[in-house]
C-alpha cells in the first residue's frame, strides 16, 4: 500500500525557514518521481518542486529557486524541503506526491500529474 506522509509544517515569521519531511511506503524512491506542490486559498494549485532518478535530479519552479532545497535520505524512504527566506505569499497547504519514474524520464518539472498523493500540512508565513 501506497502512502505518503508529510510533516514538519507550522508557523513562520517572514524570512524564516522550515523543512517539510516526506515519508513514503509501498515503494522505493529510485522507482518514483517525488513532488512538492502546494495549494493556497483562492490560488492556483503550483508545483513548487520535484526530485527523480538514481542520482536526484531536481528542479523548482521559478518562485522558490534559491529559496527550496529538494533532497532525499533513501535509506530512510524520506524525502525533505528546506524552505529558507519565507514569505508570506509562501503560505499554502503543502503536499508531497509521487508519479512513476518510467512516465517522468530523467528529467521531471514540478507541474505534472501526480499518481499519488499525501494528506497534506499547513504552512503559514506570518508576523
Known amino acids: 500500500q501506497v502512502q505518503l506522509v508529510e510533516s514538519g509544517g507550522g508557523l513562520v515569521q517572514p524570512g524564516g525557514s522550515l523543512r517539510l519531511s516526506c515519508q513514503v511506503s509501498?515503494?522505493?524512491?529510485?522507482?518514483?518521481?517525488i513532488y512538492w506542490v502546494r495549494q493556497a486559498p483562492g490560488k492556483e494549485r503550483e508545483g513548487v518542486s520535484c526530485?527523480?532518478?538514481?542520482?536526484?535530479?531536481?528542479n523548482y519552479a521559478d518562485t522558490v529557486k534559491g529559496r527550496f532545497t529538494m533532497s532525499r535520505d533513501k535509506a530512510e524512504n524520506t524525502v525533505y524541503l528546506e524552505m529558507n527566506t519565507l514569505k508570506p505569499d509562501d503560505t499554502a497547504v503543502y503536499y508531497c506526491?509521487?508519479?512513476?519514474?518510467?512516465?517522468?524520464?530523467?528529467?521531471?518539472?514540478?507541474?505534472?500529474?501526480?499518481?499519488?498523493w499525501g494528506q497534506g500540512i499547513q504552512v503559514t508565513v506570518s508576523s
Open positions: 506526491t509521487a508519479t512513476a519514474a518510467v512516465r517522468v524520464g530523467v528529467v521531471c518539472v514540478p507541474d505534472y500529474t501526480y499518481d499519488y
Open positions: 509501498g515503494f522505493t524512491l529510485d522507482d518514483y518521481a
Open positions: 526530485i527523480v532518478g538514481s542520482g536526484g535530479r531536481t
